[in-house]
């Protein structure tokens, strides 16, 4: 494990006009109007939660999908892993609920807990997901986490995915490793148009632009 010292350099991340903002979104949202949500310059692409585990689908995840890409919006999903849920079973919940064809992104898998279990069993777990995930959409999905917990749990072991990285504040998020930060959450407490209440804000890190977390339409189902 690096030393805290070896940690890469906090880094003031310069937001301009040019840079590309998205929202993710969920049933904590509640009724979206998302034919306002494109007539704000912060919203260019939107994440949606899908599942959790292997039981939960989002009760607002068809209403948000659909409004969504109506309202001219590129879309993506996401899955929130549980550790303490088998791997398979999640699959079956995920790919159930979503079909690739309607989906305009690359889908996120959402790793926010540990669990009790053994580091073996987690990242077993973990990583038949993102395998499985890859194989069902065409394209390796991208890891989301909050830097905490990059650093302490999956550093060093998925340095062949793009990740996006949750770190609340004006500074880049810094990782132990080089992995590509291709999104990055800078705050849980944002405000858009057409949506009442916070919501969580990204953008588009370096010069990675739309059509780098887009799903590639040779590998669309």
């Given at each position: 494990m690096p030393q805290v010292a070896e940690i890469q350099l906090y880094v003031k991340y310069v937001r301009t006009v040019q840079t590309i903002y998205g929202i993710d979104v969920s049933h904590y949202q509640g009724k979206i109007n998302w034919q306002a949500v494109p007539l704000d310059p912060n919203v260019r692409y939107v994440y949606i939660k899908a599942t959790e585990s292997s039981g939960i689908v989002d009760e607002y995840y068809r209403k948000n999908l659909?409004?969504?890409?109506?309202?001219?919006?590129?879309?993506?999903?996401?899955?929130?892993?549980?550790?303490?849920?088998?791997?398979?079973?999640?699959?079956k919940n995920f790919f159930e609920n979503v079909d690739p064809r309607q989906q305009d992104l690359i889908p996120i898998i959402d790793v926010e807990k540990r669990g009790r279990g053994s580091s073996l069993d987690f990242h077993g777990k973990l990583s038949a997901v993102l395998r499985e995930t890859e194989k069902y959409f065409g394209v390796k999905p991208i890891i989301y986490?909050?830097?905490?917990?990059?650093?302490?749990?999956?550093?060093?072991?998925y340095v062949d995915y793009k990740f996006m990285i949750a770190r609340y504040g004006d500074e880049i998020?810094?990782?132990?490793?080089?992995?590509?930060?291709?999104?990055?959450?800078?705050?849980s407490h944002g405000s858009v148009s057409?949506?009442?209440?916070?919501?969580?804000r990204s953008c588009l890190m370096d010069n990675y632009t739309l059509q780098d977390i887009s799903i590639p339409k040779r590998n669309n189902h």
């Open positions: 659909y409004e969504a890409r109506r309202a001219g919006l590129p879309v993506g999903v996401y899955h929130f892993f549980s550790p303490s849920s088998s791997a398979m079973m999640q699959l986490t909050g830097v905490n917990f990059y650093n302490e749990h999956l550093a060093g072991r998020p810094p990782l132990f490793d080089d992995v590509p930060i291709i999104m990055w959450q800078f705050t057409g949506i009442q209440g916070d919501v969580d």
